[in-house]
Structure formats: C-alpha cells, structure tokens
C-alpha cells in the first residue's frame, strides 16, 4: 500500500515540491494547468472506474465469468478460477486509483483554501455527496470481490501520513459505506448542480444523484440480509429520503463514439481484435427456457424465451451460449461444434462504441423492495417490465409488444425467492460483480453450474465426451468465493496485508473464505433473510 495511495489520475499535473527555487521554475511545464478544477477530476474519475471495472480483465475474465454471464471462447484457465497475479496487483491499485479521485474532490470542496474555488463548478455540498457516493460505489465492489480491503486508513497517505493502511474487517466496512450513504444524501441541495459540466453519469443532477445514493443503500441492504436483521430498517431509510421512480434515473455511464471515447468492451474486441468471448451456456439456456438437461436441472418458465436475448447476443435464432469452463483447446472446438456465434464476426450491441455500462438500474431497485416487501408479485412484474424498457431504450432498439407481454405473463405465474433472483440475474447483464454477489447471497439460480458438474459434452468420432467442471485453484466445491488478496500487498503493505489473511478460513489467502454477508452452509443451500 505504501505509494500506491499516491498515484492519482491527475498525476501528471501534479509536482513535487524541491528546495531549489530556481529547480522549481525550471521543472514547471509552461502547457500544464497550476491545478485541475473538481468537475475535470469527477469526469476523468468516473471514466477511469468505467474502464477499469467493464473491461476485458476485471469483468470479462474475471466476474463476468464467474457469474457465468459470458464465457472465454479459447482460453479457460480464468473461467476455471487461475487468476494472473500480474492483473490482480494492476486492478487493486487501479481501483485505489479511482478512490483516491473521489477523495481528492471531496478534499477540494471541504479545504478552506479551496472551497471557494472549487463553488464555481458546483455546490460544494453536492460535489462533496456526489463523490462520497462514487466512492461508496466502488469501496463496494472491492469489498465483494476480495473481502475486507483497507478503507478507513487507505486514502490518509496525504493528509495524515498513513503509510501502511489496515484492512478494514468487511462487516464494519459496511457500516462504515452505509453510513457515508446515509451523511451524502443528506447534505444534497437539489436545487443546486452537483457539477456544472464533466458529470458523465448524471449531467450534474443533485436529484438524481440522491436517489442514486438511496437505491446504493438499499442494494448494500439486501447483501446483509441473511446476516443482518438491520436491513429493513435501511431500506426503510432509503424509501423514505427517496430512490430511482423509473428508468430515467437509472445510474449508467454513456460512453462516446468521439476518437477513442469508446465503450472498453468495445475496444477490446474491435480495436484490440480479441476475440475471446461469447455469452454464457447458463445465460443463454435460462433466456432460452432451456433446462439443463447435463446435470438434471429444470427451468422455472421452460420453453419460454425472454425478449432481451435479442440484444444480449448476437440474434441468429439460436441464441446458443458457450460451455462454462471446459479445457483451453476443447473450448474452442465446442464454440464450432456448439454453432455459438461469433461477437467478433456479428456485433452485438453491448458490444457498440456508446454502450452505457450498468452501475445501477431501476429494476434492480424494484426486485430489491420486493424482496424487502415479502416477495411481492407487484413489485417483482414492475421489475420485470422495468428491465425489459431499459434493456431495449439503452440500446436504441423497439421490442415486438405481444411477445413481451406473453413473456412477462409466463414468469409471473410462479413468484418466489428463486424466481426474484433469476430475473435479477439476467437483468445485471454485464453488471458481473453484482450478479456474482446475487449468486452468492442466494444460492440462485441453482443452474449456475457448480465445480465438479457436468459443462458440456463433446461429440467425437466414438462418441460423446463430458466434460465436467474441474477448477484450476481450490474452491472447495463451490463457485469461487472471493478473489485473492494481491501478492503485491504482501510485500508493499505486509503487516496489514498479513493481519488480514489470518482471518481467512484456514488462515491462508485462499479463493473459498466467504464473504461475510455469504451465510449459505452448502453449495445448493438458499438461507432465508434476517
């Protein structure tokens, strides 16, 4: 952790201070700005944490691949859980790096030297709210993805000298980002701009960034509700300060097609010409009505097609999914063999230059108050049709009516914990941190396919050839569990780092110690909430 706090975007613009005077002048760059306005380090924060969390690495071979959204189409070794040290250490400074932002305009809009200044690009109590609630976002998203991570201490290296930060345990952490949430919206002015320009997310509305901070708090509400009989009461808070009414609010960061602007899942494909993935087997069959007949698992709505497969893949007709996670080598011949379609060949469209990445939707909001309402089948059908509108409007396209109303009559025959948690599932398409957590939390759906479960049977000359799910690192029989702390950590931070690891199961840095929220006592097991 020592330097690694100190690394900002806006580096390049900062200098250190010698004792020379005349070294001073001479080091200044006469092209570069003496210092960098809050609404320039929110837009370039934001895009940062955009393209480095809906990317190729940390969610196309990482999480989007773990929750079994999209598979790698010739090489498996992360779909089987080996991850890169290499971009495990860059992703962990990467996303310290966005952090650090955050906090830099939060500082800006507090110091009285420059509050002031900083009042010109917005109300300081709003940037101020804006930033705490980015930075609650993603301290989110790390926290899931390795378990407690330092937080408290991590952003102090400037302003306290903090070389070595601890690691927060996650269950305080949590509170700690609850309570953030709970001071950011209540210090929004709405009838001022969060930010005068360089707000990608929301144009600067104080509004919408409140509601986007309640609906945050609620989504950190449900992750505690098998292990904390407080959540209600959360969302209750939540509810009443006020949340996302409609799509309009939804929280999504519009990429451009201006120079290099674009979507990073685009890059990789079509600038990068990597064509490395394909939609998921589990994805593709459960839109499909397809049950997984490999390990006997039935569909909820069998032979019922969902309307978002038409945008979520290529729209062929088939709409086949790639296998799990068979060996690298095998994985390609099924990709043929499968007649899966090719993204590299046939654009999707989440795969355009102005894909709006998913930080939040409105129907992920509507499935979590229906699940805090007892499971309500009002709730979970607006859900339904939230997701369906948003799907279709991100991405520019109109749906066939009678198609989608037959859709959502199907899934609403049966409402229930299983049903919320797969219609959930496919709504946080490409949201893959979010959509492993569901897995996690729930236990749903049950046709994730588990380690040591058939992924897919090979036709050969002789016969047919199952292949089953076998993982390169232990997971102890389950989808992997977290991600493992950094090597990285180990040396540059190795009291805190070891401190940590001693809370693990087993007491080693391993990828099967649940996170705490994870009250499931086996693979298949859907604990009720507090």
Same mark, same amino acid.
């Given at each position: 952790?020592?330097?690694?706090?100190? $690394?900002?975007?806006? /580096?390049?613009?900062?200098?250190?201070?010698?004792?020379?005077?005349?070294?001073?002048?001479?080091?200044? +760059?006469?092209?570069?700005?003496?210092?960098?306005?809050?609404?320039? *380090?929110?837009?370039?924060?934001?895009?940062?944490?955009?393209?480095?969390?809906?990317?190729?690495?940390?969610?196309?071979?990482?999480?989007?691949?773990?929750?079994?959204?999209?598979?790698?189409?010739?090489?498996? %070794?992360?779909?089987?859980?080996?991850?890169? %040290?290499?971009?495990?250490?860059?992703?962990? &400074?990467?996303?310290?790096?966005?952090? +650090?932002?955050?906090?830099?305009?939060?500082?800006?809009?507090?110091?009285?030297?420059?509050?002031?200044?900083?009042?010109?690009?917005?109300?300081?109590?709003?940037?101020?709210?804006?930033?705490?609630?980015?930075?609650?976002?993603?301290?989110?998203?790390?926290?899931?993805?390795?378990?407690?991570?330092?937080?408290?201490?991590?952003?102090?290296?400037?302003?306290?000298?903090?070389?070595?930060?601890?690691?927060?345990?996650?269950?305080?952490?949590?509170?700690?980002? @609850?309570?953030?949430?709970?001071?950011?919206?209540?210090?929004?002015? %709405?009838?001022?701009?969060?930010?005068?320009?360089?707000?990608?997310?929301?144009?600067?509305?104080?509004?919408?960034?409140?509601?986007?901070?309640?609906?945050?708090?609620?989504?950190?509400?449900?992750?505690?509700?098998?292990?904390?009989?407080?959540?209600?009461?959360?969302?209750?808070?939540?509810?009443?300060?006020?949340?996302?009414?409609?799509?309009?609010?939804?929280?999504?960061?519009?990429?451009?097609?201006?120079?290099?602007?674009?979507?990073?899942? $685009?890059?990789?494909?079509?600038?990068?010409?990597?064509?490395?993935?394909? @939609?998921?087997?589990?994805?593709?069959?459960?839109?499909?009505?397809?049950?997984?007949?490999?390990?006997?698992?039935?569909?909820?709505?069998?032979?019922?097609?969902?309307?978002? *497969?038409?945008?979520?893949?290529?729209?062929?007709?088939?709409?086949?999914?790639?296998?799990?996670?068979?060996?690298?080598?095998?994985?390609?011949?099924?990709?043929?063999?499968?007649?899966?379609?090719?993204?590299?060949?046939?654009?999707?469209?989440?795969?355009?230059?102005?894909?709006?990445?998913?930080?939040?939707?409105?129907?992920?909001?509507?499935?979590?108050?229906?699940?805090?309402?007892?499971?309500?089948?009002?709730?979970?059908?607006?859900?339904?049709?939230?997701?369906?509108?948003?799907?279709?409007?991100?991405?520019?396209?109109?749906?066939?009516?009678?198609?989608?109303?037959?859709?959502?009559?199907?899934?609403?025959? +049966?409402?229930?914990? %299983?049903?919320?948690? @797969?219609?959930?599932?496919?709504?946080?398409?490409?949201?893959?941190?979010?959509?492993?957590?569901?897995?996690?939390?729930? /236990?749903?759906?049950?046709?994730?396919?588990?380690?040591?479960?058939?992924?897919?049977?090979?036709?050969?000359?002789?016969?047919?050839?199952?292949?089953?799910?076998?993982?390169?690192?232990?997971?102890?029989?389950?989808?992997?569990?977290?991600?493992?702390?950094?090597?990285?950590?180990?040396?540059?931070?190795?009291?805190?780092?070891?401190?940590?690891?001693? &809370?693990?199961?087993? /007491?080693?840095?391993?990828?099967?110690?649940?996170?705490?929220?994870?009250?499931?006592?086996?693979?298949?097991?859907?604990?009720?909430?507090?």
């Amino acid at each position: 952790m020592k330097k690694l706090i100190k $690394y900002t975007l806006m /580096g390049s613009l900062c200098f250190a201070a010698v004792s020379c005077t005349d070294q001073e002048e001479m080091n200044i +760059n006469p092209n570069a700005a003496a210092s960098v306005p809050p609404n320039m *380090i929110m837009n370039a924060a934001e895009k940062w944490t955009m393209d480095n969390i809906y990317d190729e690495w940390f969610s196309g071979r990482q999480c989007l691949v773990y929750s079994q959204q999209w598979s790698q189409r010739n090489y498996t %070794e992360e779909d089987r859980y080996q991850i890169r %040290e290499s971009v495990n250490n860059g992703y962990f &400074k990467y996303l310290y790096m966005g952090l +650090n932002n955050f906090q830099r305009i939060i500082d800006m809009n507090t110091n009285e030297d420059t509050k002031d200044a900083s009042a010109v690009y917005g109300a300081n109590c709003n940037q101020i709210a804006a930033a705490m609630i980015m930075k609650v976002w993603l301290a989110d998203v790390m926290t899931d993805t390795w378990g407690g991570i330092p937080y408290s201490e991590a952003l102090k290296l400037e302003s306290d000298d903090v070389l070595y930060a601890k690691y927060d345990d996650q269950k305080e952490l949590y509170a700690q980002l @609850i309570n953030e949430l709970t001071e950011a919206v209540n210090m929004i002015d %709405e009838s001022e701009p969060a930010f005068v320009s360089g707000d990608v997310i929301f144009d600067g509305d104080a509004s919408k960034w409140k509601k986007f901070g309640n609906s945050l708090k609620c989504r950190l509400a449900i992750h505690l509700s098998k292990v904390d009989s407080n959540w209600k009461t959360y969302i209750q808070q939540a509810l009443a300060s006020g949340v996302m009414e409609s799509n309009d609010d939804a929280a999504k960061f519009q990429y451009s097609a201006t120079g290099t602007e674009y979507c990073i899942f $685009y890059e990789s494909f079509y600038v990068d010409r990597r064509n490395d993935f394909a @939609i998921n087997k589990t994805l593709a069959d459960l839109m499909k009505g397809q049950p997984d007949t490999l390990n006997a698992k039935s569909h909820p709505w069998e032979g019922v097609i969902d309307p978002r *497969i038409h945008i979520y893949t290529v729209d062929d007709g088939r709409w086949n999914g790639m296998a799990v996670a068979t060996q690298t080598g095998i994985q390609a011949r099924l990709f043929t063999q499968d007649k899966v379609a090719s993204w590299y060949a046939y654009q999707p469209p989440v795969l355009s230059k102005t894909y709006a990445v998913p930080l939040m939707t409105y129907a992920e909001l509507k499935f979590i108050i229906g699940e805090y309402n007892g499971f309500s089948e009002e709730d979970y059908r607006e859900g339904v049709e939230a997701s369906i509108d948003y799907w279709y409007d991100v991405m520019g396209y109109s749906y066939d009516p009678d198609e989608v109303a037959a859709y959502i009559e199907a899934v609403c025959q +049966n409402v229930n914990a %299983e049903t919320y948690a @797969i219609q959930k599932y496919i709504d946080l398409f490409t949201n893959g941190t979010e959509a492993w957590t569901e897995i996690r939390r729930t /236990g749903y759906p049950e046709q994730i396919v588990r380690p040591g479960e058939i992924c897919a049977v090979y036709k050969t000359d002789s016969g047919q050839v199952p292949y089953v799910f076998t993982p390169l690192s232990e997971v102890k029989g389950d989808i992997i569990a977290r991600v493992k702390y950094p090597t990285d950590e180990s040396t540059l931070n190795s009291e805190s780092w070891q401190a940590a690891v001693a &809370k693990l199961q087993d /007491g080693t840095n391993n990828y099967y110690s649940k996170m705490f929220w994870d009250a499931r006592k086996s693979t298949y097991d859907h604990p009720a909430n507090k």
